[in-house]
């Protein structure tokens, strides 16, 4: 399994290998840098998106072992490090079992409603039952693609006319799923900033419509990230957050970032773990996220 993920991680981070990490390669294969090499070695870590912090401490580390055992492996220890910060936020497995409701949420053009399609493959792949609930009133493409994507997935999928209730739709849905005994309600939601008001509270109105059906609903809260906005995102999403009761994040598009260690920073500020992440367009290109096989697909080990 681990092979299989580090191809995917492999392909889906070529971008970032090419323009970053590819660089690299003639200092990580040295074993003593000067200070000129170091500050090559500092900014490219930086150009990756790995974040001050981060960088600092890498740094930190090589700085300390050189003087402290005169011959490093640079490689070695960025590999060990990084791990070290991604493991920080372990993420949970998705076990089936009681009916469980993942709420999918995230601002405009994150990859949202295809994550879900590509989510509900990867259960359904896995031999549970799922249903889909169309959440996102606001856009008839939204419902119509997922609709698509269910027909595709082979799960059912509740809907709704464009402009209805999406807290009547995802009371529904629950109830549904409830009673025919199904272990997954995944719920799509519109885009939305966290500086609306009126679109905050709509989410507070889907939360208490799904705890009349299934007490402690969601289960899951999913924040949707897309990957090639870099650290812009942040500040948002960690608002985001705060107002949504997030439990896990997802990262979308890491295949079209020249920048995919962002992922440190992310899970260092948003103190989430991080649950799938999207490295392709496939339906089978949303994976668990593993810190190894991340890791060794960044540094192409």
Known sequence: MLGGLFQKFRQGLKRTQETVFRPLGHLLGLRKLDE???????????QADLGVHAVDRLMERLRSDMK???????????????????QRQPARPFEAGETQVILLVGVNGVGKTTTLGKLA???KAKGEEVLVVAGDTFRAAAIDQLEAWGERAGVSVVRNQMGGDPAAIAFDGATSAKAKGLPWVLIDTAGRLHTKDHLMKELDKIRRSLQKVLPGAPHRVLLVLDATT?????????????????TDLVLTKLDG???????VPILERLKLPIAFVGVGEGVDDLIPFDPEAFVDGLLDA
């Open 121 to 123: 493959s990867h259960l």
């Open 230 to 246: 870099g650290q812009n995102g942040l500040v948002q999403a960690e608002a985001f957050k705060q107002a949504a009761g997030v």
């Open 68 to 86: 402290r055992l005169g011959e490093v492996d640079p490689k070695a220890i960025l590999k060990e490090e990084l791990l070290k910060l991604i």
């Open 36 to 46: 000129a090499q170091l500050e090559e070695l500092e900014d490219l870590l930086l």
């Open 257 to 263: 970032s020249a920048k995919g260690g962002v992922v």
